[in-house]
């Protein structure tokens, strides 16, 4: 008689560090190792832990521009679990507008937290993933890291900076046996759209209505990204929009610089950019693939 050999699963046992883990993405990443059997705690700006985070995981206040609040989380890390497995720098802000209508303190706080967060964790747990010589850095960027619409310099820079510095670090870290994923999803359903608080009021109004109106959850863009996670995966584009646009400006640039072109112009005439870009390189891979 055989026995059944059962299969442990892959995080079991694995301590993690999710930033912004309390919603949104971060939480329901958070969810999926938890089911996994990993130990998780959840930093997050609260004061008090938030009922949102699920029980049995541990939770810090944690601001991400804050290099003492990276220290004690680097403490307690030390204190309780002696290692840290995978950091996820999942903390962010969504911010929108033109270059002559955002003002300069909307790009100071988006660099912030969005490129200044991730490199404040990376800077904290590196040496200690280095010295136990394995660990893997993730760092939740965005499509808008890699395919850049007009009327989205402020959150463009910032997330391509974060797609860099992820890339940078896949080839600096690998000699110590430690791997760096980057997650690049486009729109999707979450409470990102609370954090825009931007000079351009149009613009982020249009923004809203396409984080709401997104036909993916959070949970849908979790899952997906989990699985590279999993793979150990460089860059994970986490839906199909992504991969078109993200193909697009890769292999076919002019459909891409033609879709940005008339992107610039619905913007001119007041009209939200994003939705008319993505339809068009969608339909132009539709019309390759016939």
Not at 157 to 177: D, H, I, R
Request: hydrophobic share 50%; glycine share 8%.
């Amino acid at each position: 008689m055989k026995l059944s050999r059962r299969t442990a699963p892959s995080h079991a046992g694995q301590c993690v560090l999710v930033t912004g883990g309390a919603s949104g993405l971060g939480l329901e990443l958070v969810k999926l190792f938890v089911a996994d059997a990993a130990r998780v705690v959840v930093a997050d700006l609260h004061a008090e832990r938030p009922a949102s985070v699920p029980d049995g995981v541990d939770y810090l206040t944690l601001d991400v521009r804050d290099d003492a609040a990276w220290a004690d989380a680097l403490a307690w890390v030390e204190q309780h679990w002696g290692r840290l497995d995978i950091l996820v720098n999942n903390a962010g802000i969504a911010v929108g507008g033109r270059i002559d209508t955002t003002a300069i303190a909307d790009w100071e706080r988006a660099l912030s937290i969005n490129l200044m967060g991730v490199v404040r964790g990376c800077r904290t747990f590196t040496p200690m993933m280095k010295a136990q010589r394995s660990g893997h850095i993730v760092n939740t960027a965005s499509l808008a890291g890699l395919v850049h619409a007009p009327a989205m310099a402020t959150y463009n820079a910032t997330k391509a900076a974060v797609v860099a510095v992820s890339e940078t670090l896949q080839n600096e870290l690998a000699p110590f046996g430690i791997d760096v994923s980057v997650i690049c999803p486009s729109f999707f359903r979450t409470n990102l759209a609370q954090s825009l608080a931007g000079a351009d009021a149009e613009m982020e109004a249009n923004a809203v209505e396409l984080i709401n109106g997104s036909p993916r959850s959070a949970a849908d863009v979790a899952r997906t990204a989990f699985a590279g996670i999993g793979a150990r995966r460089h860059m994970i584009l986490t839906d199909p929009d992504g991969r078109v646009a993200y193909g697009a400006k890769r292999f076919v640039r002019p459909v891409y610089d033609a879709a940005m072109a008339g992107a610039a112009k619905r913007v001119a005439a007041g009209k939200d950019p994003q939705p008319a870009v993505l339809t068009q390189l969608g339909q132009w891979v539709k019309r390759r693939a016939a």
